[in-house]
C-alpha cells in the first residue's frame, strides 16, 4: 500500500484514502469541436503509459477531496514529487538530480 | 518420560505431560512440544508421504522451512487445515494430528507404487504423454492425476472462528529475533526509538535456544535471554511471538500474521484465532537468521535424515535425542557441534563423516577426545531402510574418484550442507541480491525500501558476529532517525563460529541417472529431474523451476533452492547469478485466508447501506435486492402473494389511487455558486441557463467519449443552487467527474459541489389521489396546476418538517417527491402511511417501479442503456443542448461510428400474440430462420407483464429501431421463436394526462 | 525432435532419460529475418508457430528481453472461455476455444486443456439481467452457456455457498461447459518447441531497444542489444511492455499497464471441479492439477511496471473467496505475484496493422490474454503473413478508438442502477 502526500493537506497518507486518476497534464482542449477526430481520440485515449517517472494525477477522495499532480516512478512505485493541479510540471532533473 | 527425552535438557516441561493424537493413537509429549518434537521424543519419524513418490518421510527440519512433516491438524467441527507443518504447531492435550496423501495408511501407502515407476515420472512427463486418445485427458488421465496430486484435504465445513486485523506504526520493526534481532532491537530502543520485535516461532531467542553452551557478557546463553527480553520490555520493546512477517510491501509495510489460539487448548471466549497487522515502520532490519542446507545424494529423504542444525534445536529446545546412533554426513563445521552434543547427550554417534579432506583439525581433536570416528573426505551414494534410515554407505573420495564403499548403519543421519541467508522478505522489496563466491550463496545488496539486513542473513556466522552486527544495525538504523546510539560489544564464550564448501550433488560411484538424490522433498524432485531439464533446453532457473516444481512445494523452495540452482547451474556450465535465482514470493509462509479476510466476511464482506425508511421496509415485511451496495425493498408482498402479484397490485394501488416509494437512495449532489449555471451547463447536455428558480428539469450527463454515463432530474432551487439527483449506483462516480472537471479542467468557475446523499430521505408519492394526501399536510406551497405545474421544485414544510418538495413522476402518474433530513424520514413515512391510508396508499418497491416507468418508456441508464449508447440511440436528441457551444460529450457524439446509420436506438417491443413476457437480455433478429451463427440486431432490456397496457411490454435497442417502427423481429428462444412488434416507448398514457394534479375538490 | 509419446518414454526411461534433446535451441540472432517478433509469450511464440506451419514462413526470429513464457503467459490464472457478449469478441474466443481443444495434438506437448467448465455468478437482478444477454446472445452465435439456478450451480460447484443470507446471495450463474483451463508454461514451451522444428530462431535475454523505420517510413528492423536485426516485417507483442517498444516506430497506443495479483493456496486433494468467476465479488478460482487453489486479484488502481502490488487488494480477494466459499476460511494462501498487464479503453484487445508499413501489433489483453492464446496467434500470424486482417480479427483494430467503434464489454457489462 503506497503512502501518498497530499500537498493540499500537507499530510501523508496511505493509498486507501486516495483515489488514481490517470496521467496528468492532459488538458481538455479549449473548443472541443474545433478537434479532429485524431486529436480527440488522443485527448480521450492515448496516453504514455511511462515506465520510470510517471505524471499522474490523484484525487484525496476520503480526505480533502481535491485533485492533484504527483511524479511517480512506475518501476518502483516511489513518489517523486506531489504537486497542486494546476502547478507547472516539475523538470525531472529538478526531482532526481539527473540530467533528463 | 518418552524413550528419547533427554533428562535435564530442553525448555519443554517434562512435569507437564501432554497427550493428543497422531495418526489415531494416542502420543504423549511435554508442554512446550511441537508435534515432530513430541513425535522424535517418543522415536517416530515417520510423519508424512511425498507429494508424487508417496515416499515415506520424517521431519527434515525443525522451523517452518519443513518440506516433509506436514499433516492436518484438527479440533473438531469446522477446526481443521490441511498441510500444517509438525515441526511448528505446538501440541495441546487433545489435538488431532493426522498424515496426509497416504491410503491405507501412513505406514503403508499403496500410493508408493509411483515410487517404483520413477524413470517414468521424470521431470515434466505429463507434458510428453496422456495425449492419445484426446477424448481420455478429461474423463481419465487428468481425474487420476488429480488424485494423485495435493496433498491434504480441504476443509469441508465454515470456520467457527474469527480473526482480527489491525493497524500498527513504530519507528523500528526488527523481523526475528535471534541474537542479531535483539542486539538490534536493544540498541534502537535505547536510543529512545520505539521498537516492535517479531518472531515466528513461540518464544524469542533464535539459535540461543538451539545453543545453551554460549556465554554472553557472562551470563549463560538462556540466563541472558531471559534478561535480555526482560530488558526489552523494561524499554517498551513490543515482542510479539508466533508472529510472521508474511510481506514486504510498499514504504516499508510489513504484513504481520500473529497466531493466536493454534497452541492452546481451551479457546478463549472473544479472540480472534489469528490477528493481521499492517504494520509501518520508519525503519525495518531483517535479522531473519540464514536456513541450512541439505546435501543432495541418493536416499537424503528417507526418514530419519535430517538437518544436523535441526538434530541441534531438537536435543536443546525440547530434550530430544533424535536417534540413538546418529551419523552426522557434513560438509560445514557447524555438523560437528551435533555430533558432540547427541554424544554427550547419550547417543552413541557411530561416525562423523565429512566431504571436505582436511575439516579444522580442533575439531578432529575434539571429535577423538569423544572417541567419534572420523571419515574426512568421504561422500555417501546411498542409504538404506524402508520407513526409516538404517545405514548410510561412504566412501572415500580422492582426485574426484570415489573409493570403496562401507556401510554404517544408524538410526538418524544428520547431515549440514552449509547455510543460506533467509532473503525472502528482501526479495519482496525488489531488493537486488549479490553473488557471494565464497559461501556459494546469495547476499542482500540495494533495496528501494528502508531496510537493513543484520546478521546471519547477511553471511555472518556465529552468535558473537551476529550479536555485534545486530547493534550495529540497530545504531544504524537509529542515526538514520536521527538518534544517537552505541553499540556496545558484548563478550560471548562457547561460539560456534565455522565455515564449509558447498556441493551440487555429492560425488557417487552410481550412475547419476539412477541415484534418487532429491533437493526439493515435497515435491519429489532429484538432481537429475534438474538436469534433464536443462538438458531439454531450459536455461533460466525460472524455466527448471517451473519445468521440474522444484521450489513450488509449501516450503516454495527454502530446502531446495540454493541447491537446486547450484546444480542447474552446475548443469549449463555458468556462474550462479547467470542462471539467476527465483523470485520469492509473499508470504514468507502460508498464511490462513481467514487472516488475510479478517472481519471482512459474512455481513461485514462489504458495508451494505440502508435508507432511514429501511427498517420500516423490513417490519412491513419487503422482500429486498442488493443494487449496488444499497439494499433495497423490491416488493411489498401481503400473506400469500408472489412477486408478480404484488407487483401488480402495488401498481394498480399507484394508478387509482397512491403508491409510496423510498426514493433515498437515488444520489443527490447539491451544486451551489454564482457560476453554478455555467458549471450545469457544461457538464449536462441540456441548457440551464433559462431554467427559472422553483423548475425542474430531467438532466442527461454524457462522457467526453458521448456516451450517457448518468441522468436524474435537477431542480433549480435559487439562480446559483441546483439540487441534482443521479441513479442509485451512480452518484459517487458523477460526483468524482463533477470534481474531476471542476477542480482540474475549469478550476476559475466559482462552485462548490456536496454530496447530499445521505442528508435527505426521499418519499415518493404516486398517483391521482396524492394532492388530496398532500394538501393537508404541505405548508408554504399551493399544490395547484398553475402554483406548483409539474416540474416544479419548492422548500417548504410537509408535515410539520423542514422539505424540498418536488412535483416530477417516474411512473406517469401526478407524482411528487419529498425529501426531508434523512432522520426524520421514518416519521414522514409512517404519517404519510397514516394520513393515505384511508386514500387507499399503498407502499411499492423496486420492481413496481421499474414496471411503471417502463410502461411511460423513461430509460433506466444501466438497464436500457449499457456505456453504448447515445442521447439519439435513447431516443433523448431533445435532451441535448445543440445550441450550447461544448459540453461533455459533444465532441465525442460528433465521432464518425456515433452518427453512422444502423446504430442500436431503443423503442418498444408488443409481442404478437400478446401474452408472451419477452425475457430481459433476449437477442433480436430479422430473419429466424437464418442458421447460427445468427445476425442479431438488438436484445431486450426491459421486460414486465403490464396491467396498464393490459399485455406484456417491453423495451429493446435495435438496430436502425427507430426507422421500422411496426415491423416484425423475432426473439429466438431455445424452445421456440417469438414474434414481436416494434413501438414506440409509451405503453401507457401518450398524452401525459395523468400527469396534471387533479384541482382542490375534484375527482380523483 | 523427438516425438513426445508414451512409448518415446518408457524407451527414454528405460535409458536414464539420458537421451532426451533440447526442445528448442537457445538461437543467436541472424543479421535479418523476413519477419521479427518481439514478445516471446505464448501470443508471440504461437504466431511464429503459425507462420511457419500455416504460410510457409519459417525465417522468423521470437525475440524477447528475458526467458520465454516468463511475462503474463506465466503468471495468469489459466482460465479459458468464451461465453463474451459481442459478436467480434465471441468470435475470437470462441476460435481461440476450437485451437485449446486439438492443441495439445497440434503441438505434440500436453497443454492439459482442462474442460472443466467456467461458471460465472449472478448476485443482483442487474447480474441476472447481464448474463441472460450473454446467454441469449452466445447461443445464437454458436458459443455454448446456459443459465443454473443456484441449487443448480452448487450441484455443480459444491463449496459454493448458496445461502440467501450471504451479503451477495447467489441467484444463479451462467455456465460454459466447454470453458476451462490449461497449463500456461506448457503452452509457451509447446509452441516455442513446434516453432523451432520448423525454423524459427528464439532469441532470449536480447530487448529490442527500438523498431526502425526506413525511409520509405516503413519497417527495416530492430534495434536489440544484440545489435540491428534487419527485418522485412515486424509483430510487436510484448504485453505490459507494448507502449514502449511501439513508441520507438512513432505509433502511440491508447494502452496503460496495470499490476494484477494472483494467488494460489496450498495443494490439497481435489475439491474444486470447475472455474467460478463472480464479477461482483472479485472472485476468480479453480483448481489447479497440482491440487493449488489459483485465485485472480483485480488490478491495482494505479499504473506500475513493480510487478508488487498492494496488500489490501489480496485482502479484498481473498474475502471475495471466503465470501463464496466458505469452507476455505482455514485454506492457507501459499504464493502470491504480480504480472504487468496492458489495459485499452474499451478492454478489448488490438490484433491490428498499423500505420506504419510491415509493422503490427498484438495488444491490451488487460486481463484476459491467456485464453485467447492460439486464436490471437493464429490470426497475428495471418495478419502478418498477408497483410490484411483475418475476417475474425479485423474489428479489433486501433482505429476504433478514433472512430468510436468500440467493443466494450466492460460497458456492455455496465454497472448497477
Known sequence: MLLIHCPYCDETLPELEFAHAGEAHVARPENPSAQSDAEWEEFLFIRRNVKGPHYERWRHTHGCGRFFNAVRDTVSDRFLATYPAGAPRPSLASLTGESE | MSRFRVPGRGRVNPDRPVTFRFDGRPVQGCEGDTVASALLANGIHLM??????????????????????????????????????????????????????????????????????????????????????????????????????????????????????????????????????????????????????????????????????????????????????????????????????????????????????????????????????????????????????????????????MLAGAAQTYLHRFGVRVGDRPVILTSHDSAWHAAFDLQDAGAKVAAIVDTRAAPPAALAGEAQARGIRVLAGFTATATSGRLRVRSVRVHPVSAGTVGAGE?????????????????????????????????????????????????????????????????????????????????????????????????????????????????????????????????????????????????MATDQGKMSNINGLNIAADALGRAQPKVGLTTFRPPYTPTSFGAFAGYHRGGHF?????????????????????????????????????????????????????????????????????????????????????????????????????????????????????????????????????????????????????????????????????????????????????????????????????????????????????????????????????????????PYGTEAMHVMRAEKGYIIVGQDTDGTVTP????????????????????????????????????????????????????????????????????????????????????????????????????????????????????????????????????A | MTRFNAFNLVRHALTGNRNWTEQWPDAEPKAEYDVVIVGAGGHGLGCAYYLAKEHGITNVAVIDKGWLGGGNTGRNTTIIRSN???????????????????????????????????????????????????????????????????????????????????????????????????????????YARGAAARGVDIIQNCPVTAIRRGPSGGVIGVETARGFIRAKKVAVSASGHNTMVMDTAGVRLPLESFPLQALVSEPVKPVFPCVVMSNTVHAYISQSDKGELVIGSGTDQYTSYSQRGGLPLIEHTVAAITEVFPIFNRMRMLRKWGGIVDVTPDRSAIISKTPVQGLYVNCGWGTGGFKATPGAAHTLAWTVAKDEPHPINAPFTLERFRTGRLIDEAAAAAVAH
Open chain 2, 606 to 842: 462489504e458495508v451494505t447501506r440502508r435508507t432511514a425508511i429501511d427498517p420500516l421496509a423490513e417490519a412491513a415485511g419487503a422482500v429486498f435486492e442488493p443494487v449496488g451496495q444499497w439494499r433495497r425493498a423490491r416488493y411489498f408482498p401481503r400473506p400469500g402473494e408472489d412477486m408478480d402479484t404484488a407487483v401488480a397490485r402495488e401498481c394498480r394501488a399507484t394508478r387509482t389511487a397512491i403508491g409510496m416509494f423510498d426514493a433515498s437512495t437515488l444520489g443527490k449532489i447539491e451544486v451551489v455558486g454564482p457560476d453554478a449555471v455555467e458549471f450545469m451547463n457544461r457538464m449536462y447536455t441540456n441548457p440551464w441557463t433559462k431554467l427559472q428558480p422553483g423548475r425542474c428539469r430531467y438532466g442527461l450527463l454524457l462522457g467526453d467519449d458521448g456516451f450517457i454515463r448518468d441522468d436524474g432530474v435537477i431542480g433549480r432551487l435559487a439562480h446559483d443552487r441546483f439540487h441534482v439527483t443521479t441513479t442509485t449506483g451512480g452518484a459517487a462516480r458523477v460526483l468524482n467527474m463533477m470534481e474531476d472537471y471542476l477542480q482540474t479542467e475549469w478550476p476559475e468557475l466559482d462552485v462548490w459541489l456536496t454530496s447530499t446523499t445521505e442528508q435527505w430521505s426521499t418519499i415518493a408519492l404516486n398517483g391521482p389521489r396524492v394532492a388530496e394526501l398532500l394538501r393537508p399536510l404541505v405548508e408554504g406551497v399551493t399544490l395547484t396546476e398553475e402554483a406548483f405545474p409539474h416540474m416544479s421544485v419548492a422548500e417548504c414544510t410537509v408535515a410539520g418538517m423542514p422539505a424540498r418538495l418536488f412535483r416530477v413522476s417516474f411512473t406517469g402518474e401526478t407524482g411528487f417527491e419529498v425529501n426531508v433530513p434523512a432522520p426524520m424520514g421514518p416519521a414522514l413515512w409512517q404519517r404519510l402511511a397514516e394520513a393515505g391510508a384511508p386514500l387507499g396508499l399503498t
Open chain 2, 872 to 1003: 439519439a440511440d435513447a431516443g433523448l436528441t431533445w435532451a441535448v443542448g445543440k445550441a450550447k457551444p461544448d459540453f461533455v460529450g459533444k465532441r465525442g457524439l460528433a465521432r464518425p461510428d456515433l452518427t453512422a446509420p444502423g446504430r442500436r436506438q431503443l423503442v418498444g417491443l408488443l409481442t404478437e400474440d400478446g401474452t408472451t413476457l419477452l425475457e430481459e437480455g433476449a437477442q433480436i433478429v430479422l430473419d429466424p430462420a437464418q442458421p447460427v451463427p445468427m445476425k442479431m440486431v438488438g436484445h431486450v432490456t426491459s421486460a414486465y407483464r403490464s396491467e396498464a397496457a393490459g399485455r406484456p411490454i417491453a423495451l429493446a435497442l435495435v438496430e436502425g429501431g427507430h426507422g421500422r417502427m411496426g415491423e416484425t423481429v423475432h426473439i429466438p428462444m431455445p424452445d421456440r421463436t417469438i414474434a414481436a412488434t416494434i413501438t414506440g416507448c409509451v405503453f401507457h398514457d401518450p398524452e401525459n394526462t395523468r400527469l396534471k394534479l387533479a384541482a382542490p375538490g375534484g375527482d
Open chain 2, 407 to 551: 556401510e554404517i548403519a544408524c538410526d538418524c543421519l544428520l547431515m549440514s550442507g552449509g547455510w543460506t541467508p533467509s532473503l525472502h522478505l528482501f526479495s519482496h522489496t525488489k531488493g537486488s541480491l549479490a553473488w557471494d563466491e565464497d559461501r556459494t550463496t546469495f547476499l542482500p545488496a540495494d533495496t528501494p525500501e528502508d531496510c537493513v539486513i543484520a546478521g546471519a542473513g547477511r553471511g555472518l556466522w556465529g552468535i558473537a558476529a551476529t550479536l555485534a552486527d545486530g547493534a550495529e544495525k540497530g545504531a544504524e538504523v537509529a542515526a538514520s532517525l536521527g538518534r544517537g546510539a552505541s553499540a556496545p560489544a558484548l563478550p560471548v564464550e562457547g561460539d560456534r563460529t565455522g565455515s564449509g564448501t558447498s556441493h551440487t550433488e555429492l560425488a557417487t560411484d552410481r550412475s547419476p541417472s539412477r541415484a534418487r538424490a532429491f533437493v526439493d522433498f515435497q515435491n519429489d524432485v532429484t538432481a537429475k529431474d534438474l538436469r534433464l531439464a536443462v538438458r531439454e533446453g531450459m536455461r533460466s532457473i525460472e524455466h527448471v523451476k517451473r519445468y521440474t516444481t522444484n521450489g
Open chain 2, 48 to 305: 508424512g508421504r511425498s507429494f508424487k513418490y508417496h515416499r515415506p518421510r520424517g521431519a527434515v527440519a525443525a522451523g517452518s522451512e519443513e518440506p516433509n512433516a506436514l499433516i492436518n491438524t484438527r479440533r473438531g467441527p469446522g477446526r481443521a487445515e490441511p498441510n500444517t507443518r509438525a515441526t511448528m504447531q505446538e501440541i495441546w492435550p487433545g489435538l488431532e494430528a493426522r498424515p496426509q496423501n497416504c491410503w491405507p495408511r501412513l505406514s503403508f501407502d499403496l500410493g508408493a507404487v509411483n515410487d517404483r515407476a520413477y524413470m517414468l515420472f521424470s521431470a515434466g512427463f505429463y507434458y510428453k504423454t496422456f495425449m492419445w486418445p484426446r477424448s481420455f485427458w478429461d474423463k481419465l488421465y487428468e481425474p487420476v492425476i488429480r488424485a494423485a496430486a495435493g496433498l491434504g484435504v480441504s476443509p469441508s465445513e465454515e470456520d467457527p472462528d474469527t480473526y482480527a486485523s489491525r493497524y500498527l506504526h513504530t519507528d523500528v520493526l526488527v523481523v526475528g529475533a535471534g541474537p542479531a534481532g535483539l542486539a538490534a532491537a536493544r540498541t534502537a530502543a535505547e536510543a529512545g526509538l520505539r521498537v516492535v520485535l517479531v518472531d515466528e516461532h513461540a518464544e524469542a531467542g533464535g539459535t540461543l535456544l538451539s545453543e545453551p553452551q554460549a556465554r554472553i557478557a557472562g551470563l549463560p546463553a538462556w540466563d541472558w535471554l531471559t534478561a535480555e527480553l526482560a530488558a526489552l520490555k523494561a524499554l517498551g520493546v513490543r515482542v510479539m511471538t508466533r508472529t510472521t512477517a508474511i510481506g514486504y510491501y510498499h514504504q516499508n509495510m510489513i504484513g504481520l500474521c500473529q497466531r493466536l489460539t493454534d497452541h492452546l487448548a481451551e479457546l478463549p471466549a472473544d479472540t480472534p484465532r489469528e490477528r493481521m497487522w499492517r504494520l509501518r515502520a520508519a525503519r525495518v532490519v531483517l535479522a531473519q537468521g540464514a536456513l541450512e542446507k541439505p546435501l543432495v545424494f541418493d536416499g537424503n529423504d528417507r526418514p530419519g535424515v
Open chain 3, 84 to 190: 463474451y457478449l459481442y459478436d467480434e469478441s465471441a468470435r475470437l474466443f470462441d476460435h481461440s476455444v476450437d485451437l485449446w481443444e486439438g492443441l495439445s495434438q497440434e503441438l505434440n506437448y500436453n497443454v492439459m486443456y482442462s474442460r472443466r467448465g467456467c461458471m460465472m455468478l449472478a448476485h443482483s437482478v442487474h447480474d441476472i439481467q447481464s448474463f441472460k444477454r450473454h446467454i441469449h446472445a452466445n447461443r445464437l452465435n454458436g458459443v455454448d452457456n446456459r443459465w443454473l439456478t443456484p441449487q443448480e450451480a452448487k450441484d455443480y460447484c459444491p463449496p459454493l455457498n448458496i445461502s440467501p443470507d450471504a451479503r451477495y446471495p447467489v441467484l444463479g450463474a451462467a455456465l460454459q461447459e466447454r470453458a476451462g483451463t490449461a497449463r500456461h508454461d506448457a503452452v509457451a514451451w509447446g
